[in-house]
C-alpha cells in the first residue's frame, strides 16, 4: 500500500509556469514507477508524464513534450512535475499515479495501482 498526495496546483497566467509535487508514503518509494496523469472536465483521463523506479528515462505525451519535466528524489519520496509555458487547453485536475509491476513506464491509466486525490490546475489566457 501506498499513500500519494498531490500538491502545487493553482492559476496561472497562459505562458506560466508551475510545479507540481507528490508525496508517497507507505511501502518503498523507490520500488515504484511514478506517472502524471490530468483530466479536463468532460473529459477521460489522460498520460501526461511517467519515470521510471531510478529516475533515468522519463516519457512524456506529445502535447507536452518540451514544457513539462518529471523528476523524482527518491530519498524524499517525492515525483515532481514542473510545467513551463503552460497553455489554456493544460487546465485540469492533475493526479500522481503509482505502478509496483511495470518493467518500464506504461502511459495506460490502467498499469497504475496507486492514484493521489488530484490537484487543480487552471491555466486563464
Known amino acids: 500500500q501506498v499513500q500519494l498526495v498531490e500538491s502545487g496546483g493553482g492559476l496561472v497566467q497562459a505562458g506560466g509556469s508551475l510545479r507540481l509535487s507528490c508525496a508517497a508514503s507507505g511501502r518503498t518509494f523507490r520500488s515504484f514507477v511514478m506517472g502524471w496523469f490530468r483530466q479536463a472536465p468532460g473529459k477521460e483521463r489522460e498520460f501526461a508524464a511517467a519515470i521510471t523506479r531510478s529516475g533515468d528515462i522519463t516519457y512524456y505525451a506529445d502535447s507536452v513534450k518540451g514544457r513539462f519535466t518529471i523528476s523524482r528524489d527518491n530519498a524524499k519520496n517525492t515525483v515532481f512535475l514542473q510545467m513551463n509555458n503552460l497553455k489554456s487547453e493544460d487546465t485540469a485536475v492533475y493526479y500522481c499515479?503509482?505502478?509496483?509491476?511495470?518493467?518500464?513506464?506504461?502511459?495506460?491509466?490502467?498499469?497504475?495501482?496507486?492514484w493521489g486525490q488530484g490537484t487543480q490546475v487552471t491555466v486563464s489566457s
Open positions: 499515479a503509482a505502478d509496483w509491476t511495470a518493467i518500464r513506464p506504461s502511459s495506460s491509466a490502467y498499469s497504475y495501482d496507486y
